[in-house]
């Protein structure tokens, strides 16, 4: 696609030719756009252009590899705004329109990093997409391999309620992308993040697809998958049990309910009424109710005060935070002035401050950010 073609005979130059044609014909016709811009205050193109070295400039910095065909994450910097974005590029040949679609239709969930702008780039052939640039988070593989063996040794009463929560922010997750009629498809740990305001991100839509439930059968292999997923990074929370693969989950869960470390037979009967009532969702609407289950699970258990309890373990050098239970409004914002710390509420309000350099905080919704007003 859009390379200068050598021809291997007569009947080939015919054929190039006529797509040569026809791919010009489209351009001129339709007028057809290049890219989207979603958000210009972190990506603003200038008269419909946005390239290295003219509108945005790439920094030393780098936030991982994407996947396979996108490569290196880099972070960018717009050079009339003065925003940094990351940039993921995707080789034409990998390009899916289902993947942009559901990123746009979940732009304003709060669960895909936001994205600011995507353009074809004539010049290396290739779809780049500019993003907001998870830097203070952590994939959920790496709070599994790293973190939770250091809560089962410092502080093991931790490690039941917060598995919980995050099975239950995974759940609605999917929930949030099946209103939308998305699926994911590939849920593993390291497409899903924790930021810093300990709010879940889902990454990488690259096998996103439309849902499609048979409500007679129950049938729906993208949305039992990511089903499947969500149990399995509960299983490698709760007890570590990181089983290989989807088959393996369905075929030898039960064996985790010997572990040593499930106290009580209570503790035992309900993890497996739990796991087994979410092996047997068939359908979007079967979620709540394993919501339902684990929030009796939590008894009186605040799940706001236990993401602040992980958020000490997972970034202890964090003065701002914020809490999501991923079911409304982000429920608690705080600033940090000298020694005194602010908390502001559910809504968008004005509280006043004792301090000498700060009259006021407000909460500002969508993006739940902290505006401090001096005096």
Known sequence: ANRIAVPKGDEDLKQKTKFCFDFLKDLKEKGSPSGVTLHQLYAKPNKGKYREGE???????????????????????????????????????DFREDEVQCWIDLNDSGLPPRLYLFHYDSSDNKVKFHMEPL???????????EHMGKMWRTNSELVKPFSLCMFDN?????????????????????NI???????LRVLDFGRAKPLSVDTTSGKGDNFK???????RKFTALYLGYEFEDQ?????????MLSDERLSSVEERSDLFNLIDSALRIQHPSDIP?????????????????????????????????????????RVY?????????YTVGDKPRRYNCVSNSISNIYLSEPQNTVRLSPK
């Open 55 to 93: 509108e945005y400039e790439i920094t030393k910095e780098s936030l991982g590899e994407g996947n396979m065909s996108a490569g290196k994450i880099l972070v960018v910097k717009d050079k009339t705004t003065g925003k940094e974005n990351a940039m993921k590029t995707v080789m034409i040949a």
């Open 135 to 145: 830097k203070k988070a952590k994939l959920l593989q790496e709070v599994i391999d």
């Open 289 to 329: 109710q394993v919501k339902d289950t684990i929030q009796k699970m939590l008894l009186d258990k605040k799940r706001d005060d236990i993401m602040r309890e992980v958020a000490r373990l997972l970034f202890p050098e964090e003065d701002l935070e914020s809490y999501s239970t991923m079911d409304g409004p």
């Open 193 to 199: 993040m924790l930021d810093n305001k300990m709010r």
């Open 225 to 231: 998958m990511d089903i499947l997923e969500a149990v």
């Open 247 to 255: 088959f393996d989950l369905k075929a030898n869960w039960t064996q």
């Open 333 to 341: 914002v705080g600033y940090t002035v000298g020694n005194i710390h």
């Open 170 to 190: 995974v759940l609605s997750a999917i929930k949030t992308m099946t209103d939308k009629n998305w699926t994911h498809g590939d849920l593993h740990g390291k």
